[in-house]
């Protein structure tokens, strides 16, 4: 698989809208880390990569942001990944909306 993109929300659950803040933070600066193309909005965040890589944040995030004082997360994925060639990037779906 090539060019593969995901869109990750986490929600910390049972923590007031402060917390919920600096714990959804802390998540979305793991993914930026990885140096991927990212794109966060106010609902989820947008990354795209290798599958492997997207893959192995997705599978970390939840313990990120649980080792970030969250009692509890909801994790939600959508991922985007073809069998030969690339998806269609963030920039292809949005840039006639920005």
């Known amino acids: 698989m090539n060019l593969t993109s995901a869109a990750i ?3 910390p ?3 007031d809208d402060r917390e919920v803040i600096r714990i ?3 998540a979305i ?7 991927l193309h990212t794109v966060v909005g106010p609902f989820e965040t947008t990354v795209e990569g290798d599958y492997d890589t997207i893959m ?3 599978s970390e995030v939840t313990r990120i942001s649980l080792k970030a004082g969250a009692e509890e997360i909801m994790t ?3 991922i985007c990944a073809k069998n030969d060639g690339d998806v269609l990037t963030i920039n292809e779906k ?5």
């Open 9 to 11: 929300q986490i929600l």
């Open 56 to 58: 192995k944040i997705i």
């Open 29 to 35: 600066a793991f993914i930026k880390s990885f140096g």
């Open 76 to 78: 939600y994925v959508k």
């Open 24 to 26: 959804v933070d802390e």
């Open 13 to 15: 659950m049972n923590a």
């Open 94 to 98: 949005t840039e006639k909306h920005n």
